[in-house]
């Protein structure tokens, strides 16, 4: 009795083995793409939102001149909508970054359950083998059995 099952690799496992999860560095953007990417980076911090509300705040007193429309209005579209469009930033940034981790972590495990099943394939190809060595050793017992009672051997 031979064991017939032949283990095919997913063509996914030999690709996974030479490359590594994506990461933003490694896309490819072009002049306007960097300079995006420098103003981004520079706008997404806190200094830029501390800067953004001392800007804000040098026509404060112009706005509170004007009268409580004239605040508010100062207040919608120059305050909040300058420092939080840096603090709104800051906060993507960091979630960005909290889900990069997430990504690398599930990425890891993913690749450790792989292994695990790799190893549990080795495993039962060692046990695969072990059984096959057993039924031979058994039919040729058998035949002996069968030899000495003097019957013939199936």
């Given at each position: 009795?031979?064991?017939?099952?032949?283990?095919?690799?997913?063509?996914?496992?030999?690709?996974?083995?030479?490359?590594?999860?994506?990461?933003?560095?490694?896309?490819?953007?072009?002049?306007?793409?960097?300079?995006?990417?420098?103003?981004?980076?520079?706008?997404?911090?806190?200094?830029?939102?501390?800067?953004?509300?001392?800007?804000?705040?040098?026509a404060?007193?112009?706005?509170?001149?004007?009268?409580?429309?004239?605040?508010?209005?100062?207040?919608?579209?120059?305050?909040?909508?300058?420092?939080?469009?840096?603090?709104?930033?800051?906060?993507?940034?960091?979630?960005?970054?909290?889900?990069?981790?997430?990504?690398?972590?599930?990425?890891?495990?993913?690749?450790?359950?792989?292994?695990?099943?790799?190893?549990?394939?080795?495993h039962?190809?060692?046990?695969?083998?072990?059984?096959?060595?057993?039924?031979?050793?058994?039919?040729?017992?058998?035949?002996?059995?069968?030899?000495?009672?003097?019957?013939?051997?199936?």
């Amino acid at each position: 009795m031979a064991v017939t099952f032949q283990y095919r690799p997913h063509p996914r496992i030999a690709e996974r083995a030479t490359t590594r999860p994506p990461r933003a560095a490694d896309e490819h953007v072009g002049l306007n793409g960097r300079i995006a990417l420098v103003l981004t980076s520079a706008v997404g911090t806190m200094w830029c939102a501390y800067a953004f509300a001392l800007l804000a705040l040098v026509a404060l007193p112009q706005a509170l001149g004007g009268g409580l429309l004239s605040f508010v209005q100062w207040l919608s579209q120059t305050f909040i909508q300058l420092v939080m469009l840096s603090v709104i930033m800051v906060g993507q940034n960091i979630l960005s970054r909290a889900a990069d981790k997430r990504a690398e972590m599930t990425f890891r495990d993913a690749e450790a359950a792989f292994h695990e099943a790799e190893q549990i394939q080795l495993h039962l190809a060692a046990q695969d083998a072990a059984l096959g060595e057993l039924v031979a050793r058994m039919e040729r017992l058998e035949g002996l059995v069968r030899a000495d009672r003097g019957q013939p051997a199936s």
